[in-house]
């Protein structure tokens, strides 16, 4: 079936919105004719029927959690509870204004200085800050602390920043927006960080060392204390990317592991909702060290009374427009406070009891290049189904049709034909059992009826589409023409 | 409570498959020094106890018995009831980044629209999917301008602009070392035209201007970006979306370059967020843009679909050559947005741009009518004013309050020279019950003070 | 003809220099969509990035062979970025620079690496 856009349905005169009284003691108000728009305003009309038809058919194109196991590695696809959303939509809490007087919203304030508080005691760090609004901005935030750190320090020759060759894609990134010039690091063969290749490349000349552990092939680097030491030897400090927290809450403390500054992807490990790519939020924590260099504004206790904390001299200053995404991490403080420590412990157990469950099952239809156990999440290669033709894009395309969303495909780009599959701790047994079961079919499909595979999906609202066409010939918005 | 599935029948046979007797095996590879200690106790609260705890902290916040007139920024609209609907829905809620095209159609597609929406509002070529918000997407903007003049290190912006925004661009801005100009603003709240010209020069890669400024005033655009074009520099205009329901298109203004904050469309206040940051650009300009961008193509058959696109320009495939390092948008709330701009539709934004006008108008001119109370000047607005009652501002919010109203946000605490000025927001949400109350307060306030003073 | 490590070819004639992808890059990086050529008069050292060549995957840096100015660029490509795919080493050309030192050409490969 064709959607039509909703530019497309437009009907003249329809719409479905209604606006409040109308009196003469507003309307005898005219706007000066020479600042009015003279273009026309190319949106569509439509009425309320319509327009909820519309959306309606839309999500019947759409999958989420709620529909289907979403085994995509490197992002935490677990439940999102409802109850989280009736927490977010309380009107005591969305309406209130981000420059509210203080007395006003002491509710969000609390809310704010306890999140913070639990995020450090699972992390072992002794501040933080609930402003960056994705991982990446977390990412940055954390980066920018660092270089003040050193700066402030008069250590102006620190340029460069190691980062893994096997990193997700916003750490490299982040460190070239934050002013600095990246160094890669070699992974070894047996999955972990290369130690003798960092030695080679940290030097006094070393700002920080980027590293997620478990790392994004979802194995935990058991030297990390000694990688810490060689960082911090040189002068440089250990940045943790948070990605992959659901591993390893409440286990271990990235503290304990040597890292100064973190971020927590808080749509990852705690639960708030992807919707079709964020909104997020990316709090960033970290030691006594770093703490000074906190974004503005901060919240503090005094008492049973919270105050803002507007200013600060020496803090690196603001990096967004006001609170940060408030309204994600509110989500995510209810479901902390449902979990409690323990119940936040018990998501890294399972979390990583699923993976090597179905790494086990798994193992014996595709190359695992690191046999050993994994943590929350493993990595396969499809490459032994290239001699038939069929690609790990392909595999991955035909799990659709089975009502099974994808794992993620390429990433990290240092394995070849690479996916990389996170179950999380909410799917129960009998869905990764049914997971083996697809696999099993579609590698059955591959030895008799491999264009099944090759030419995937079938079953949903489109076939294979053409990304070529729309790189070269880009259509980025609805045309009148 | 927790939300694990498997209980202890899954969990034996899983360990036996895996053949280990504990969970705890699982992490050998984890040095014993480092490891946490088990917790014995279960400090977890039930659904119930939970949604109670949350309501004794909501029950703290007292912000929703007023009536407010901040804005600053943040707008309070009205927010369609069926936004709330939509975006709650499973399929969007849930859903993750609309990599695998053919299982994400209707996200694409939703963004597509988003795009469009934005176009059709700003009158620009090309939008993206979204950033966090107004002020990155300004900082965003600028660093745009600055990749497409690599030899050029210098941007000019308005002394007006939101100084949150400010704060943020000078952020990001610091890691290059780039040098920025400030335009100075006169007494009217509008930014002095001569200093702008002298300002923006060859060396120049972008100026920035917000519309209206964060004094609420709408300033001489166009002449700047006139001057701009012919020195080769680049335009960016910061805008509240709804202001291209009455006043010129960004476009109609010269520019090169639209970013702002579509929260004024379908979010709810939420204490500051989630918003979202939308940023536009003529086409020459659209390989610069950061963030994701969702493109029209073909199936297999030949039938239409969408698809994430020019996906180089981004941080999974660029790694530090990236355009941004954003991953993570907002794309839900740009969801929500788009489900109010096309709820109001083409005839709606008109109209809901001009009653936001005029009831700005009829409470800004009833108190400029009121005896002690000085204005800023004479300058065009949209939305938003301010005024001084010739006390301090904790005078002014302390009397309101008796009234059950926030007047205003405290301009003072922002620029100094505005000591005492309260920056005064109105929307479609008060009516004239509501503005007339105003009026009264500020009355009583000022006759007040005029007896104390005899 | 000579060749680079980094899969660039680059043929000289009256001090000026052709440069382009190999047949392995071109295949590598799959349907090339976009090419980012580089501006005209614009001065390269030897291994300087020069243009950047985009499929929907990746995106790889195109490193010129030899020092030079930029005096020529291939504006086919802006239409047709699909004949770095179908011709790498002909019609596929991406930039003409005026060489600064021919004598960079001896340190070049003969055959593709």
Redesign the interface.
């Known amino acids: 079936m064709i959607h039509k856009t909703v530019f497309e349905i437009s009907q003249p005169g329809q719409h479905a919105y209604s606006l409040p009284k109308d009196y003469e003691a507003f309307t005898q108000f005219k706007p000066d004719e020479k600042l009015l728009r003279k273009d026309h305003i190319g949106l569509p009309e439509i009425s309320e029927l319509n327009l909820t038809r519309h959306f309606c058919e839309l999500a019947a194109c759409n999958v989420g959690i709620d529909n289907q196991f979403y085994p995509l590695g490197s992002c935490t696809m677990k439940l999102n509870p409802r109850i989280n959303e009736w927490c977010a939509s309380l009107p005591g809490f969305t309406r209130t204004h981000p420059l509210a007087p203080q007395d006003t919203i002491q509710g969000n304030l609390q809310v704010i200085v306890e999140l913070i508080d639990i995020l450090c005691k699972i992390t072992g760090m002794s501040a933080g800050s609930l402003l960056p609004c994705a991982g990446a901005q977390g990412e940055y935030t954390g980066i920018k602390m660092i270089a003040e750190y050193h700066k402030k320090n008069g250590d102006t020759k620190r340029t460069k920043v190691l980062i893994p060759d096997d990193a997700h894609g916003t750490n490299p990134a982040t460190a070239a927006m934050a002013g600095f010039t990246t160094v890669s690091i070699r992974t070894s063969s047996t999955g972990n960080l290369d130690i003798d290749h960092l030695k080679e490349m940290v030097s006094d000349r070393t700002a920080a060392l980027m590293l997620t552990n478990p790392n994004t092939l979802g194995l935990f680097s058991t030297n990390i204390t000694e990688i810490a030491k060689v960082v911090h030897e040189h002068g440089g400090l250990l940045y943790y990317d948070g990605a992959n927290l659901n591993a390893i809450m409440n286990i271990v403390k990235p503290a304990s592991m040597g890292f100064d500054v973190m971020h927590i992807n808080l749509h990852k490990t705690f639960s708030t909702p992807h919707g079709g790519g964020g909104p997020g939020s990316g709090p960033v924590l970290c030691n006594e060290k770093l703490k000074k260099y906190l974004p503005i504004p901060r919240v503090e206790k005094i008492e049973n009374h919270y105050k803002i904390i507007w200013d600060d001299i020496a803090s690196i200053g603001r990096i967004c427009s006001f609170h940060g995404n408030f309204g994600i991490y509110l989500r995510a403080y209810l479901y902390a406070k449902l979990h409690g420590h323990y119940g936040l412990r018990r998501i890294a157990e399972h979390a990583v009891l699923n993976a090597n469950y179905l790494k086990a099952l798994i193992g014996k239809y595709f190359t695992v290049p690191f046999p050993q156990p994994c943590m929350h999440e493993f990595v396969i290669q499809a490459d032994c189904y290239l001699d038939q033709g069929v690609r790990a894009i392909d595999i991955a395309k035909r799990m659709l049709d089975y009502g099974v969303y994808a794992p993620t495909i390429y990433f990290p780009l240092i394995i070849k034909e690479c996916m990389l599959i996170e179950p999380t701790e909410s799917e129960s047994k009998a869905t990764l059992d049914r997971f083996i079961e697809i696999i099993e079919k579609i590698i059955d499909e591959i030895k008799e009826n491999p264009e099944l595979v090759q030419r995937a999906p079938f079953d949903k609202c489109v076939l294979r589409l053409d990304e070529v066409q729309a790189a070269k010939h880009p259509i980025l918005k609805h045309s009148l023409t | 409570?927790?939300?694990?599935?498997?209980q202890k029948v899954?969990?034996d046979?899983?360990?036996a498959?895996?053949n280990i007797n504990s969970?705890e095996k699982?992490?050998?590879?984890?040095?014993k020094e480092?490891?946490?200690e088990?917790?014995q106790?279960?400090?977890?609260?039930s659904?119930s106890e939970?949604?109670l705890?949350?309501?004794e902290?909501?029950?703290?916040?007292?912000?929703?018995n007023?009536t407010?007139y901040?804005g600053?920024?943040?707008y309070?609209h009205h927010v369609?009831a069926?936004v709330?609907?939509?975006?709650?829905?499973?399929?969007?809620?849930?859903?993750?980044?609309?990599y695998?095209?053919?299982?994400?159609?209707?996200?694409l597609?939703?963004?597509?629209?988003f795009?469009?929406?934005i176009?059709?509002?700003t009158?620009m070529?090309?939008?993206n999917?979204?950033l966090?918000?107004?002020?990155?997407a300004c900082a965003e903007a600028l660093?745009m301008a600055l990749r497409l003049n690599k030899d050029k290190n210098k941007v000019v912006i308005a002394g007006s602009l939101?100084p949150?925004?400010r704060?943020?661009v000078?952020?990001?801005l610091s890691?290059?070392?780039t040098k920025i100009e400030w335009i100075p603003f006169d007494n009217d709240g509008k930014l002095n035209l001569n200093t702008a010209k002298r300002l923006i020069d060859e060396n120049t890669a972008a100026v920035l201007l917000q519309y209206p400024n964060f004094l609420g005033v709408?300033d001489d655009i166009a002449a700047v970006t006139a001057h701009a074009k012919s020195c080769n520099v680049l335009s960016v205009i910061c805008a509240n979306p709804l202001v291209?329901?009455?006043?010129?298109?960004a476009?109609?203004l010269g520019a090169d370059i639209a970013v702002g904050?579509t929260q004024p469309f379908g979010l709810?206040?939420?204490?500051?967020?989630?918003?979202v940051g939308y940023i536009t650009c003529s086409k020459e300009l659209?390989?610069q843009l950061p963030g994701?961008?969702?493109?029209?193509?073909?199936?297999?058959?030949g039938?239409?679909?969408?698809?994430l696109?020019?996906?180089?320009r981004?941080?999974?495939?660029?790694?530090?050559?990236?355009t941004?390092?954003?991953?993570?948008?907002?794309?839900?709330?740009a969801?929500a947005s788009l489900?109010a701009?096309?709820?109001?539709?083409?005839?709606?934004?008109?109209?809901?741009a001009?009653?936001n006008?005029?009831?700005t108008?009829?409470l800004k001119?009833q108190l400029e009518a009121v005896n002690g109370i000085q204005t800023m000047g004479n300058a065009?607005f949209f939305n938003e004013f301010a005024i001084s009652f010739g006390c301090s501002f904790n005078e002014v919010?302390a009397h309101f309050r008796t009234y059950g109203i926030?007047p205003g946000?405290d301009l003072g605490q922002y620029f100094p020279q505005y000591k005492g000025m309260v920056l005064i927001a109105v929307t479609?949400?008060k009516?004239?019950k509501q503005l007339d109350k105003y009026i009264e307060a500020a009355k009583t306030l000022l006759s007040q003070k005029t007896k104390r003073e005899k | 003809m000579k060749f680079t490590e980094t899969h660039e070819w680059i043929d000289v004639k009256d001090g000026v220099g052709t440069v382009g992808v190999t047949h392995y890059a071109q295949k590598e990086l799959g349907d090339i969509v976009y090419v980012e050529l580089p501006k005209i008069g614009s001065l390269v050292k030897k291994g300087q990035a020069a243009a950047v060549l985009e499929s929907t995957k990746a995106a790889a840096d195109v490193y010129s062979p030899m020092s030079g100015k930029i005096i020529e660029v291939n504006q086919n490509l802006n239409t047709n970025p699909e004949l770095v795919n179908s011709s790498p080493e002909k019609d596929g050309w991406i930039f003409k620079l005026s060489l600064t030192d021919v004598n960079e050409f001896d340190s070049l490969h003969d055959k593709e690496t």
């Open positions: 409570m927790d939300f694990i599935s498997n899954q969990i046979a899983m360990l498959t895996l969970i699982l992490f050998d590879c984890i040095p480092l490891l946490n088990k917790l106790e279960d400090d977890g609260l659904e939970g949604m705890l949350m309501q902290i909501v029950a703290k916040n007292t912000f929703g007023l407010s901040l600053a920024g943040a309070e369609p069926l709330g609907f939509i975006c709650s829905k499973s399929e969007f809620l849930t859903s993750y980044t609309p695998q095209a053919e299982a994400s159609q209707g996200m597609q939703a963004i597509f629209e795009q469009s929406a176009c059709a509002l009158g070529d090309v939008s999917a979204s966090y918000d107004g002020a990155t660093l939101h949150n925004y704060a943020v000078e952020q990001f890691s290059h070392q709408i291209y329901g009455l006043y010129a298109s476009k109609e904050d709810p206040l939420q204490y500051g967020g989630p918003y659209m390989r994701r961008i969702v493109g029209e193509t073909v199936d297999l058959e039938k239409r679909g969408f698809v696109t020019l996906q180089a981004e941080q999974h495939i660029r790694r530090e050559k990236a941004s390092n954003i991953c993570t948008n907002q794309a839900l709330a969801l489900v701009i096309l709820w109001y539709g083409k005839e709606g934004i008109k109209k809901l001009l009653t006008y005029q009831r108008a009829y001119s065009p919010d926030s946000v479609e949400t009516n004239k």
